[in-house]
């Protein structure tokens, strides 16, 4: 019987870290079937010489939840060669959700991930209560696999009503919220999100962090019998902190049986020490049978913020969150008055950002300029403030009305920026590659295109590390971790998720703004370099050269029963 | 068995119970020092508590130390 797929005179880079070799690999019915000299015929065949042939890429910390419903693609995850990603990070999923909580889940979705409301309004259908029936509303539609979590938030908001933002749960909502944890495991969930940090729309803590140890614990109990796996935002800004959060992660992991992995380990300037710390608690841990992965995101942090909306730049400048938070007019008006910009040039004096990030505002530049701003494109708003001989407050606001507010600014290398130590820990066995948070902050930052930056940069820039470590920090390394079965290696009986790149080319492109949201308004993207395809369970995904394809046999990792 | 490891923390921690305040802790961490004295010696050790943004006071599943931060160790070779 002939093959469906043959790709042939690959330089093979089969996820394992191993060698990379010369040869084929060929698909049947949506699976590897043959690894190495193959010969034979095949209903389609591609020389792929010069081309790297690896597994698909596992993101394992996005936020697509929303955007699954509109663009079962996850564009432009597919086409950066990510065939399996991981929604439903950080205590939030979109499931299970009692039809009178959505617009309280919505407004805490759209705070914390960045979701225009326009748009999130515009493309979600909410025709789903339970965790399977929202997997049923985005399973036909899906062109990339998915490995849901299911959001603790969410299962306190589940069995508790609104007192899951106010108080610790019962006895008997414990055990209820563990009945439904395992309902969603059955639904094709692979584990459990949770946060230790995050804020609503309101300011306050989320649901997941009103939870007793004990009732974490709970939870964790139903995990580890399901094989299942948490993730788990710590304050990952502060070593004493974070060292204590990491004890705690390894005492649930040992305790359970269970993998437990965190995100961001995020390489601050203000607390220069912090990874090495964080890896040699996480190294001790580990020596005592504890499984609790950190996820480094490769990126640099770069912020981009308008006074459109409330963004995270202004998360600890209340004055501003407020003022962004008004209707369009009745901003305008404030921004206007004399008496609230003093308040906004106060605030903006004694700014800190509490999370490890060297924010200054003076810094930023004009990013994306209106009409009446072109000429200060790229321009730096402490210059333009020395320049007017304004306040820098001043000057931000006055750029911004001239042009309605619609002028966007940007912050570039706020932190995890030491791309030479970072590279070292990208490599160390004991990191996963992660936290990239594909699908969320769209109006902030572009969250696409990391595992390009990671080959053109720390594989071909700085020399640190191979084509074929990277490839098996990307695929199999994150299988392994998260208990993906049958994906992350080119191997017969492995499902045919593949990425063909030029390891000569392979990047980023530049962030730019995109009109795609099923609302009026822009998000940013990196588009893909050097993929030349992607296929998704054996099926043409996405071409370099004709653009994404009608496929869409994506799976949901594991398969739900 | 691995299960029942004690590691030292780096720095010692409780996390509170529900409607803990640095009041109700300070009487029970430090019921032998004076109220306001224990309260500010438990604020200065958990600054990132007492003024982080955002309401809702204290959770459950926040960490509180109950030592002050640790001098930076030396490193080999500096005075």
Redesign the interface.
């Given at each position: 019987m002939g093959f469906d797929l043959l790709i042939k005179n690959a330089r093979i880079c089969d996820g394992s870290g191993g060698p990379s070799f010369t040869g084929s690999v060929a698909v049947r019915d949506g699976r590897i079937v043959a690894v190495g000299d193959v010969s034979g015929d095949a209903a389609e065949a591609i020389d792929a010489q010069g081309l790297v042939l690896a597994p698909g890429f596992i993101d394992p910390h996005t936020h697509y939840d929303a955007q699954l419903v509109w663009d079962g693609l996850a564009q432009p995850a597919l086409e950066h060669g990510v065939t399996t990603i991981v929604p439903g990070n950080c205590s939030l999923s979109l499931a299970p959700v009692r039809a009178a909580h959505r617009e309280l889940l919505g407004a805490t979705f759209r705070k914390i991930e960045e979701m225009p409301q326009n748009a999130f309004d515009a493309g979600l259908t909410w025709n789903w209560e339970t965790f399977g029936e929202y997997i049923a509303a985005i399973r036909s539609q899906l062109g990339i696999n998915i490995a849901p979590l299911v959001g603790h938030s969410l299962l306190r908001l589940w069995v508790m009503g609104e007192d899951a933002r106010k108080r610790p749960a019962t006895d008997a909502e414990i055990a209820t919220m563990q009945e439904a944890l395992a309902e969603c495991l059955r639904d094709g969930a692979i584990g459990m999100s949770g946060s230790w940090v995050d804020i609503d729309h309101e300011n306050m803590p989320v649901p997941a962090r009103l939870a007793e140890p004990r009732e974490l614990d709970a939870l964790c109990a139903t995990l580890g019998e399901h094989g299942a796996i948490l993730q788990i935002v710590p304050e990952f800004w502060d070593p004493d902190l974070l060292c204590a959060r990491i004890d705690i992660m390894a005492d649930l992991s040992r305790k359970h049986d269970l993998t437990v992995t965190f995100s961001p380990l995020f390489d601050s300037n203000s607390s220069p020490d912090l990874v090495d710390i964080a890896h040699e608690r996480v190294r001790l841990q580990t020596a005592f049978g504890a499984r609790v992965v950190p996820q480094m995101q490769t990126r640099p942090i770069d912020l981009s913020f308008d006074l459109t909306a409330p963004m995270s730049t202004f998360a600890t400048l209340p004055t501003w969150w407020a003022t962004t938070l008004l209707p369009h007019e009745e901003k305008i008006a404030a921004l206007r008055d004399p008496a609230h910009r003093e308040k906004l040039r106060a605030e903006i004096e004694n700014f800190m950002m509490p999370i490890g990030l060297h924010l200054d505002f003076a810094d930023a530049f004009v990013k994306r300029p209106g009409k009446a701003s072109a000429d200060l494109a790229g321009r730096r708003l402490g210059d333009i403030a020395k320049e007017r001989g304004c306040h820098l407050a001043d000057a931000i606001i006055d750029i911004a009305l001239a042009d309605d507010l619609q002028t966007s600014f940007g912050l570039e290398s706020l932190g995890h920026s030491r791309t030479d130590k970072i590279a070292h820990f990208l490599a160390d066995p004991l990191i996963g590659i992660g936290a990239g948070d594909g699908g969320a902050h769209v109006t902030n930052f572009s969250t696409y295109g990391d595992t390009g930056f990671l080959f053109s940069h720390y594989v071909r820039g700085l020399g640190a590390m191979s084509v074929e470590h990277a490839v098996h920090k990307l695929t199999y390394d994150v299988a392994r971790i998260w208990g993906i079965k049958d994906r992350g290696l080119l191997k017969p009986g492995y499902a045919a998720d593949l990425v063909l790149f030029d390891p000569e080319t392979i990047d980023r492109g530049p962030e730019i703004a995109v009109h795609d949201l099923p609302a009026p308004g822009f998000r940013f993207i990196r588009q893909a370099e050097g993929v030349r395809e992607v296929f998704v369970n054996g099926q043409r995904a996405y071409h370099a050269e004709t653009g994404y394809t009608d496929a869409r046999n994506g799976a949901v990792v594991p398969q739900a029963a | 068995m691995?299960?029942n490891?004690t590691?030292p923390?780096?720095?010692a921690?409780i996390?509170p119970?529900?409607g803990d305040t640095f009041e109700t802790l300070a009487k029970r961490l430090l019921p032998d020092e004076p109220l306001e004295e224990a309260v500010q010696k438990l604020t200065s050790w958990n600054l990132?508590l007492a003024f982080?943004?955002?309401?809702?006071g204290m959770?459950?599943?926040?960490?509180f130390?109950t030592e002050p931060?640790h001098a930076p160790m030396a490193m080999p070779g500096m005075d």
């Open positions: - | 691995l299960n490891v590691i923390p780096r720095r921690f996390q119970e529900f990132f982080r943004p955002g309401g809702g959770t459950p599943s926040d960490l130390f931060p």
